[in-house]
């Protein structure tokens, strides 16, 4: 049905009204558009049935309801044809129920009929029947009489799952599908490539998964993983029947390191590279003046489109560096024959090729709203996360849109709260009233790279409840009411073990700290459950739910490897952190900065002798960062001490501008004024390594050194080199430990 009748009919329902005073509400996410209360209850039991015409796909449903009763209730219902007498959960196609998955439900005494149009709103018909269903096993349950008549607002309801960043098994995502499902949202965007892994197996290209779909992680670990061809079938399979449509993503020009690291000759230099294990933009990109790039995408699209019947292939089409496009003479000479200004108009005539090659397969290209840069035909569907002016430009420009800008999940919980989200309205702009045409909907990403196995449910759940209420029926505004409604939902969840997070803040943070008095370390976390344990280990091996366990505080008086992960209801809620800590002579002693931190990076007071050491990511908090300038820190020992060794770690995540120093210089004074120079170290830095490494600048003493005062300046590599994603911007140094033995 066109949109434009889609929306009369919403209208209509929304004008029928809301259960009638003192009625009890139906607990239901997403809210129906229209619910009235009947009189009495209709009994589900052992002579009850359910009545289904032969449509293939309408049996299917069938089946779906009867496993899922019984997995409820523990009651077998038969499946019996249309016109039963016996009391029966009828289903039936009845073009009266006017709009796109819309669906008419009514329970009365003796018989609940579920009535669409098309078999995705009859399966949406039953999705609510299955909420308003007691989870519980009995002889017998019984539903209250109600009649309710539904349909979505917007035909693109869809949440991402990045599983480039970090790989998640088949179960996993197939689990993720029920969830989607159960709260009818209709789209999984599967983000399968990505700079640090290739996840779909292509054939035609053994090494995308032989060697593209693992890399080496900062700490030596191997890891990552990918779908065979049976695997994806069998998940797309799986969606199919459950009324979720699977859309995958294979990401170009840009986000191909992975790809690049198993065929060199993708990429305009050729040359190896290694699949990154840090995150950022990197400038290995497909090769847009080598017809073999070309060759590959196609090759690889041809493999995708037979995987998944959807019509669309979302490509990426973001943070696409040029640097390697505008170095390369094929590249330089392409844009000429084809009277290309700058790397822009070559993008959009990339995006342009790319699009083409899809339509030929039937498929409409989807893409970040970076394909708007150099122009992009109108017929492409422009995915925004940069903010509404890129969505009026795409709206401007004809396309089809989906907003998941302000629904990023992988945003920390006490940034982005349940409410946050619930009471966001990503449709506010006039310029989507001034096209609804051209609004499919929108999309809830959950981007991985610091999401696991471990803790994405509980970066999904419960927003994505929140969001799936806002797809289906924005007019629902009462944040109370929700909340109601959603507490209603946790006993089901609870029963399926997903291992939902808070509403309100995130699930646990932790401050570590040193208090040099007591020479104790205190491990402080604050946790967004109550019920929340919190399990350790001393020797750092990996926490279980029968490790020792604390509540809010862990003192420690030793140093060691600590780590500790959370668990609830005996479930790992999220990956284990470890804590290293390390005693030294400079622990806790005073220390000045002659060239002051970022304001972002400084720390906690004394936290470069803290005896806590940064890990490989400098987002843990535990680094002190320097933007532009050098780092100059002077530790006061507060006695002549000997020295017989010293150590300083710094940090390079180039992806994120930070850099090794390119030297230095340790030296110790008597008095703070006069200082002598222990060891002057040049680093050779590498700016295109963009691998997360720590690097350890050390000082060994033939004979003891005693002095009181120790100094460590480092050299800041300078400006961004040409060819670096933040060519030109300067650049970071990041330092963390000073240890003195």
Not at 87 to 112: F, H, K, N, W
Not at 288 to 316: C, K, N, T, W
Request: proline share 7%; glycine share 8%.
């Amino acid at each position: 049905m066109p949109k434009r009748i889609l929306a009369l009919t919403f209208g209509a329902l929304v004008s029928i009204g809301a259960p009638c005073a003192g009625a009890p509400p139906a607990e239901l996410v997403p809210q129906p558009q229209a619910i009235h209360p009947g009189e009495g209850s209709l009994v589900l039991d052992q002579h009850t049935r359910i009545a289904a015409p032969a449509d293939r796909r309408v049996q299917e449903i069938a089946s779906f309801l009867r496993e899922a009763l019984h997995a409820q209730t523990g009651l077998a219902l038969r499946i019996v044809r249309t016109g039963t007498k016996a009391p029966a959960i009828e289903l039936r196609m009845d073009p009266s129920v006017r709009g796109e998955e819309a669906y008419r439900l009514t329970v009365a005494p003796g018989r609940a009929t579920i009535a669409a149009s098309d078999d995705r709103g009859l399966f949406w018909g039953v999705q609510t029947l299955l909420q308003l269903v007691p989870a519980r096993n009995g002889t017998s349950v019984s539903i209250r009489a109600m009649r309710i008549e539904d349909a979505p607002a917007y035909p693109w309801r869809g949440v991402m799952l990045d599983v480039a960043r970090h790989y998640q098994p088949v179960a996993f995502v197939e689990r993720q599908i029920d969830l989607l499902s159960r709260y009818k949202l209709n789209v999984l965007h599967w983000h399968l490539t990505d700079d640090q892994g290739w996840r779909i197996q292509i054939r035609k290209y053994p090494k995308l998964t032989q060697a593209g779909a693992w890399r080496t992680e900062a700490d030596g670990e191997r890891t990552g993983g990918f779908y065979t061809q049976q695997q994806i079938r069998e998940v797309v399979e799986y969606a199919r029947r459950r009324n979720v449509m699977v859309v995958p993503e294979i990401e170009m020009p840009g986000h191909a390191s992975a790809a690049v690291a198993a065929y060199p000759w993708l990429s305009c230099p050729r040359r190896p590279v290694v699949v990154p294990s840090g995150w950022g933009v990197f400038d290995d990109i497909f090769c847009a003046g080598d017809e073999r790039a070309f060759a590959f995408l196609h090759d690889v699209l041809d493999e995708v489109a037979a995987l998944f019947p959807a019509p669309y292939i979302h490509i990426g089409g973001d943070e696409v560096p040029k640097r390697q496009w505008l170095d390369n003479e094929a590249t330089r000479r392409l844009m000429r024959q084809q009277h290309l200004a700058d790397g822009e108009a070559l993008q959009g005539w990339f995006i342009g090729r790319i699009q083409r090659d899809l339509a030929a397969r039937g498929k409409t290209l989807v893409g970040w709203d970076e394909i708007l840069e150099g122009g992009a035909d109108r017929q492409a569907i422009v995915e925004m996360w940069r903010g509404p002016e890129q969505a009026r430009k795409a709206l401007a420009n004809g396309n089809r849109l989906i907003v998941a800008g302000p629904f990023y999940l992988d945003t920390p919980i006490d940034r982005l709260t349940l409410q946050d989200l619930y009471r966001t309205d990503a449709f506010a702009d006039p310029a989507f009233a001034a096209h609804p045409q051209q609004v499919l909907g929108a999309e809830a990403p959950l981007w991985s790279e610091r999401v696991t196995t471990r803790n994405a449910e509980a970066m999904l759940y419960p927003r994505v409840l929140a969001f799936a209420e806002r797809l289906w029926n924005p007019q629902a505004r009462d944040y109370a009411d929700f909340q109601h409604r959603l507490r209603a939902q946790y006993p089901w969840l609870d029963a399926q073990h997903v291992a939902y997070g808070p509403e309100d803040r995130d699930l646990v943070d932790y401050q570590l700290s040193f208090n040099p008095p007591h020479h104790r370390w205190r491990l402080r976390a604050a946790r967004g459950f109550d019920d929340v344990q919190l399990h350790y280990t001393l020797d750092g091996s990996e926490p279980t739910a029968r490790s020792p366990a604390f509540g809010d505080v862990l003192d420690r008086y030793a140093p060691g490897t600590l780590r500790v992960a959370p668990f609830r209801r005996g479930l790992p809620y999220q990956a284990s952190e470890a804590f290293e800590i390390v005693d030294n002579l400079a622990l806790g002693k005073p220390v000045t900065y002659r060239t002051a931190p970022d304001p972002r990076y400084t720390g906690t007071p004394g936290q470069l002798v803290d005896g806590i050491l940064g890990g490989s990511d400098f987002h843990d908090g535990r680094w002190v960062g320097w933007k532009g300038g050098d780092m100059d820190a002077i530790v006061d020992l507060q006695q002549a001490t000997a020295m017989h060794s010293v150590q300083v770690r710094f940090l390079q995540q180039s992806g994120s501008w930070i850099l090794l120093p390119r030297q230095v210089d340790l030296a110790v004074s008597d008095d703070g004024k006069a200082w002598r120079t222990l060891r002057s170290t040049p680093i050779d830095v590498d700016p295109q390594n963009l691998r997360p490494t720590v690097y350890t600048v050390r000082f060994d003493a033939a004979e003891p050194v005693t002095a009181r005062y120790l100094r460590v300046s480092a050299r800041n590599y300078g400006t961004l080199p040409p060819g670096h994603g933040g060519a030109t911007q300067p650049a970071y140094v990041f330092a963390d430990e000073i240890l003195v033995r």
